[in-house]
């Protein structure tokens, strides 16, 4: 397929750029894949939708504030920009680096940082004799809830508040390491987790830190030549117990986001059919127009960016032009877009 044939028009006006005041407050469409049927909703709604007996499997990963502001020394205090990527060992980590090419960064409370680059990717090393601890094992991830902020979209046109710090994650977020949100829960509260709960939904966790992977711009013409980078998931026993047992009964397993889908299939597709196994693993999968899916029924997703992986993947589930088509409606109707 043709990158072209996932772009659409949408107003900057609709893409939202702040969260709503109560997290379930957000309006829900919902597709009926079968009848092509759509529905207009509020989220908090959305346990008309599950079934008793099904199984909800949501990304419990952490968002890391891994914007760094700096200045660069050896330029007349330059200003710099760093957003910590993947990490590569204690204290160095691959980044995107905007106003410095090589040289010094100068960041808060004293800790500075060297940025090389090779093959057009910024590595950046923090100096683990700067800053307050001046120790042997300083690691720069204790220190990024004081010296860095919440790294936003970039199609959030504001810096971030102090709010974005509890309201850029989700309410069950647990395992450090993301770079951005799983959106998809960002919609979820205690007490709407705990009526799906009380419906006799079973809610399982897995984690996917969200890396460039998820995204990475799709840059060639057809999509097929798109390659995904590697995002770690990890699935306890727990969970893929439940969901092997929910399959193997012909329950509905139902993802919370594009995240969890790529974990589960990633887990499915490796060698073992329609079923995961517990443990670590790597997701480089693409899921685009085509693909058949292998664990999930049901998926609850944001509207993604034209062009964008998360985009074909949910396309891959509903339908291409079901998809479009309620893209369309949603924006005729004033829906808020995106994160």
Do not use: C
């Not at 909703?41 to 346990?47: A, K, N, V």
């Not at 850029?168 to 709407?192: C, E, M, N, R, W």
């Amino acid at each position: 397929m043709e990158l072209s044939e996932f772009d659409y028009y949408l107003p900057k006006s609709q893409i939202a750029q702040y969260p709503e005041k109560e997290r379930d407050s957000s309006r829900l469409l919902v597709i009926n894949r079968k009848s092509g049927e759509i529905k207009h909703s509020i989220f908090r709604e959305i346990t008309e939708y599950l079934h008793p007996g099904d199984v909800l499997v949501l990304n419990d990963t952490r968002v890391v504030p891994a914007r760094l502001y700096g200045v660069n020394p050896e330029a007349s205090g330059r200003k710099v920009e760093i957003l910590l990527l993947k990490e590569l060992r204690t204290n160095t980590w691959e980044a995107i680096v905007k106003g410095l090419h090589k040289g010094t960064v100068q960041l808060e409370q004293g800790i500075t940082a060297s940025v090389s680059r090779a093959n057009g990717v910024a590595k950046v090393k923090f100096d683990v004799n700067s800053g307050v601890s001046g120790l042997a094992d300083y690691d720069i991830k204790n220190s990024l809830n004081k010296i860095g902020v919440m790294p936003l979209p970039h199609y959030i046109k504001r810096k971030a508040a102090q709010s974005d710090t509890e309201r850029y994650q989700t309410v069950y977020a647990k395992k450090q390491g993301a770079i951005a949100a799983p959106t998809a829960g960002l919609h979820f509260t205690d007490s709407l987790l705990n009526a799906i709960r009380d419906k006799g939904i079973e809610v399982k966790m897995l984690t996917l830190h969200v890396g460039r992977g998820t995204f990475k711009p799709v840059l060639s013409a057809n999509i097929k030549s798109h390659h995904m980078d590697e995002e770690f998931y990890e699935i306890p026993g727990t969970t893929a117990d439940t969901i092997n047992l929910a399959k193997s009964e012909g329950r509905r397993v139902t993802a919370v986001g594009t995240t969890v889908t790529r974990a589960l299939e990633a887990s499915a597709a490796d060698g073992s059919g329609d079923r995961i196994h517990p443990g670590t693993g790597k997701a480089s999968i693409f899921i685009y127009p085509g693909y058949r899916f292998k664990i999930i029924d049901a998926l609850i997703t944001n509207f993604h960016l034209p062009k964008s992986t998360p985009m074909m993947l949910t396309s891959a589930f509903s339908g291409f032009q079901l998809l479009k088509n309620a893209y369309l409606e949603a924006r005729k109707r004033g829906y808020r877009f995106f994160s």
